[in-house]
C-alpha cells in the first residue's frame, strides 16, 4: 500500500492566523458608528472560510494618539459566534464598512501612533496584523482625522501618567501637544 504525504497543521490558534488569514478573502468588515466623534475605533475585519466559517481580528484603535491598543482574533468560527460578538458589544453600535476604511483606520493610526514613538499593541503585532492585508498602495489610501486637527492628544488620569506620556513624547516630538486630564480641564503645552 503507497503511503501518502503528512501535512502538518499549524498547532495554535497564532500560527494558524499567521499562516492562513491573507488566503482567505476578506469578507465584512465593520467599525462603531460614533468613531469619528469618540476618536476611537472598534474595528472588525473578517474573512470568510469555505465552509461558511469566519476568521475575524477585533481591533480597538486610539485615533488621537496611541494608535492600536488591544487586538484578539478568532480562526474558523461560525457566523453566529461573530454575531455574538456583535451583540455582547452593547456600549457600541457597529455599522459594517468597506474594507479599505477598516484598513485606513488601523494602519493610519499606528503610523500617526509611531511619529511620537508609540509602538502598536503586541498582539496585533505578532498576529492580528495578519487578518488584514499588507499594508501596500493596492489599498486606496483614505484621510482618516488623527489628533486634534493632527496634533497628539494626551489622555491621563493621574499626574503619573501624565509624567510618563509627556517623556515618551517630548522625546519624538517637536509639534505642541494636547493634554486632557480626564479629570479636569484641557491644557495645551
Given at each position: 500500500m503507497?503511503?501518502?504525504k503528512?501535512?502538518?497543521?499549524p498547532?495554535?490558534?497564532?500560527a494558524?492566523?499567521?499562516?492562513?488569514?491573507?488566503n482567505l478573502?476578506?469578507?465584512?468588515?465593520?467599525?462603531?458608528?460614533?468613531?469619528?466623534?469618540?476618536?476611537?475605533?472598534t474595528?472588525?475585519?473578517?474573512?470568510?472560510?469555505?465552509?461558511d466559517n469566519?476568521?475575524y481580528?477585533?481591533?480597538?484603535?486610539?485615533l488621537?494618539?496611541?494608535?492600536?491598543?488591544?487586538?484578539?482574533y478568532?480562526?474558523?468560527?461560525?457566523?453566529?459566534?461573530?454575531?455574538?460578538?456583535?451583540?455582547?458589544?452593547?456600549?457600541?453600535?457597529?455599522?459594517?464598512?468597506?474594507?479599505?476604511?477598516?484598513?485606513n483606520i488601523v494602519?493610519?493610526?499606528?503610523?500617526?501612533a509611531?511619529?511620537?514613538?508609540?509602538?502598536?499593541?503586541?498582539?496585533f503585532?505578532?498576529?492580528?496584523?495578519?487578518?488584514?492585508?499588507e499594508d501596500?498602495?493596492d489599498?486606496?489610501?483614505?484621510?482618516?482625522?488623527?489628533?486634534?486637527?493632527?496634533?497628539?492628544v494626551?489622555?491621563?488620569?493621574?499626574?503619573k501618567q501624565?509624567?510618563?506620556?509627556?517623556?515618551q513624547?517630548?522625546?519624538?516630538s517637536?509639534?505642541r501637544?494636547?493634554?486632557k486630564?480626564?479629570?479636569g480641564?484641557?491644557?495645551?503645552?
Amino acid at each position: 500500500m503507497k503511503k501518502g504525504k503528512v501535512i502538518s497543521m499549524p498547532s495554535t490558534l497564532e500560527a494558524q492566523i499567521r499562516s492562513r488569514a491573507r488566503n482567505l478573502p476578506v469578507y465584512k468588515c465593520y467599525v462603531n458608528n460614533d468613531w469619528k466623534d469618540s476618536q476611537m475605533a472598534t474595528v472588525i475585519v473578517t474573512r470568510k472560510h469555505a465552509n461558511d466559517n469566519v476568521t475575524y481580528a477585533c481591533y480597538l484603535v486610539d485615533l488621537m494618539l496611541l494608535g492600536v491598543k488591544d487586538c484578539f482574533y478568532e480562526f474558523n468560527v461560525t457566523l453566529q459566534c461573530l454575531d455574538d460578538l456583535l451583540l455582547s458589544r452593547m456600549d457600541e453600535k457597529f455599522i459594517e464598512c468597506k474594507y479599505a476604511l477598516a484598513h485606513n483606520i488601523v494602519y493610519g493610526a499606528i503610523a500617526f501612533a509611531e511619529d511620537y514613538g508609540f509602538a502598536p499593541y503586541s498582539a496585533f503585532s505578532k498576529t492580528g496584523k495578519y487578518v488584514l492585508e499588507e499594508d501596500t498602495d493596492d489599498i486606496p489610501i483614505m484621510d482618516i482625522p488623527l489628533g486634534d486637527n493632527g496634533q497628539p492628544v494626551v489622555f491621563y488620569h493621574s499626574r503619573k501618567q501624565h509624567a510618563t506620556r509627556n517623556c515618551q513624547l517630548g522625546e519624538n516630538s517637536r509639534r505642541r501637544k494636547l493634554y486632557k486630564n480626564l479629570d479636569g480641564p484641557r491644557r495645551r503645552c
